[in-house]
């Protein structure tokens, strides 16, 4: 993949190493990145397909995604912005829910999250799917 996509959709599976294998071998996505929990749970995980990604992990791995998509449902959606910290002051100042304040993250992405009035989990930050980290 040249370029890391802007928009990835994020999944949370009860057995992400299932469908890791079904995303693969039945649907044709690479799986670029595999990160596991002492447990064995897959934390994070990028597949990829043509120039398109996604990400998924396990539900109830604990994390703050996690304790939000369990409250919004199985998907949520990952945009990648320039300036964290300004697109989310734009958010808050229209009303929009956050869930997780601009944070940074140890993998070095500056992230934050939010819900739509539906209760959709919009994961906003740096972090650039498919490439390593310089």
């Not at 079904?22 to 934390?43: I, P, Q």
């Not at 939000?68 to 998907?75: D, E, F, V």
């Not at 912005?81 to 697109?87: G, I, P, Q, R």
């Not at 601009?102 to 070095?108: A, E, N, S, V």
């Amino acid at each position: 993949m040249a370029e890391a996509p802007d928009i990835c959709p994020t999944l949370r599976y009860e057995d992400a190493k299932a469908a890791i294998t079904l995303l693969t071998e039945a649907f044709g996505f690479t799986a670029t990145a595999v990160y596991e929990g002492e447990d064995g749970r897959v934390m994070h995980a990028e597949l990829a397909y043509g120039n398109g990604m996604v990400m998924l992990g396990s539900a109830g791995s604990g994390s703050e995604f996690d304790k939000l998509m369990a409250r919004g449902g199985p998907t949520g959606v990952y945009v990648r912005v320039a300036d964290v910290d300004e697109h989310h002051a734009r958010a808050a100042a229209h009303g929009v829910e956050i869930a997780m304040p601009p944070t940074d993250q140890d993998y070095g992405s500056r992230d934050y999250m939010a819900l739509d009035a539906e209760g959709n989990v919009w994961s906003f930050g740096t972090y650039a799917p498919g490439v390593a980290a310089g």
